[in-house]
């Protein structure tokens, strides 16, 4: 039974991605009766991402599909959504969470579901057309994008990548993908599926660039018109997006001897760091979440929570 095995009476989940709310729902489906608080730096409720790059993108699907629950279910089911809360530090020992907004709020459980952050070249222009795709208003302003633009530049032939590059050709738009790697997702898939999928995309009509850059990026009236890639080609374009893999929030390096620091932490969520399944993979952590003050302690065992997150951990992306 869950609700003897969570520690304490009031379990607080970091994050409103697919991880967090699935975690938030399960507590409640298995009988945890305590206080269960979602702090989330979203604008929006939780939402289905896939959707962001596919059929959402292409507005074959209403907004509200997206969501991964009603508004109404969260009241429902005494989860308090708290939005546009970003958590920035806190201490393990007195089990308090910072908040950017200001305050603090207390936890008896941690729950730690912060997914992955987009990254951006450092030397892309700050320009209204050069985008990155994680939230919903981030698909919401490429969708807007690619209406007025009709030649699309996709830096990196990732997941992302791809699946808006594919949705851009269904909207006729062009489509320049230029990669830095010989070979698109060879470490993901191997060389042979990459090979495959950069034909699939040609195929289609993406003018698919590998072991190429963008060198020099060219703007006009405040945003960018045009690249001259590492191959010495100039490009027009009208919008960009930025698709290189995305840098997860809890980044950590292997270190299962440190799984105890984690006391009171649960991380469902991306691959590589403490798990909620209690892998015992776990260490201090490189991003926000290293301004805890770490202390040692029991793992609380939430494992049938994060059954559901675990599950989508092998694509996380
Ligand atoms: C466009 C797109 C398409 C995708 N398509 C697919 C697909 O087809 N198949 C597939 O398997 N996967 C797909 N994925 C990946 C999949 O969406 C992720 O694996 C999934 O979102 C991970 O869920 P998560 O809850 O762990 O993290 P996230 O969804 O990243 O959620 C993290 C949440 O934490 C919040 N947060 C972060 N830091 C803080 C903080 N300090 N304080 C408070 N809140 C914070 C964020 O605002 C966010 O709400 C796609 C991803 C994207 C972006």
Redesign the pocket.
């Known amino acids: 039974m869950i609700s003897r095995r969570v520690a304490g009476k009031r379990v607080v989940i ?8 699935a975690a938030a729902f399960a507590l409640r489906k298995k009988g945890y009766d305590g206080d269960v608080v979602m ?4 604008r929006d409720r ?1 939402y ?7 059929e959402f993108l292409r507005g074959e699907i209403e907004l509200q599909k997206v969501f991964l629950h009603d508004e109404a279910d969260y009241a429902k089911e005494k989860i308090e959504l708290r939005l546009q ?4 530090g806190g201490s393990m020992r007195d089990g308090t969470l910072s908040l950017q907004s200001g305050g603090q709020v207390r936890f008896d459980t941690l729950v730690l ?6 990254r951006r070249l450092p030397d892309a222009p700050d320009s209204y057309n050069v985008l990155t ?3 919903l208003r981030d ?1 919401q302003a490429v969708r807007e994008a690619l209406k007025r633009g009709s030649r699309l530049l996709l830096v990196g032939a990732g ?2 990548g791809a ?2 590059g594919a949705s851009a050709r269904q909207l006729g738009k062009e489509v320049l993908m230029v990669e830095s790697a010989p070979v698109p997702l060879a470490r993901a898939l191997g060389t042979d599926v990459g090979e495959l999928y950069a034909s699939i995309h040609r195929s289609k009509g993406v003018d698919v660039r590998t072991g190429t850059t963008v060198k020099e990026w060219h703007s006009y009236g405040g945003r960018v018109v045009g690249v001259t890639l590492s191959d010495g080609t100039r490009e027009e374009v009208d919008v960009v997006l930025i698709a290189i893999p ?1 840098l997860m ?1 809890l980044e950590c390096s292997a270190c299962p001897s440190r799984a105890r620091a984690c006391a009171w932490i649960l991380v ?3 691959p590589k760091v403490c798990t909620a399944a209690g892998t015992s993979r776990c260490t201090r952590t490189r991003c ?1 979440s290293n301004r805890f003050e770490w202390s040692t302690g029991r793992w609380p065992s939430i494992t049938d929570a994060a059954s559901q ?1 675990r599950s ?2 092998a ?3």
Do not use: M, N
């Open positions: 970091v994050g409103g991605g697919g991880s967090g709310d702090l989330s730096a979203d939780p289905d991402r896939p959707y962001l790059s596919k809360e970003r958590v920035v579901s912060t997914g992955g952050t987009p795709l994680r939230s698909s997941f992302i699946e808006v995305t929030c469902c969520g991306p926000w997150p989508r951990q694509t996380h992306r």
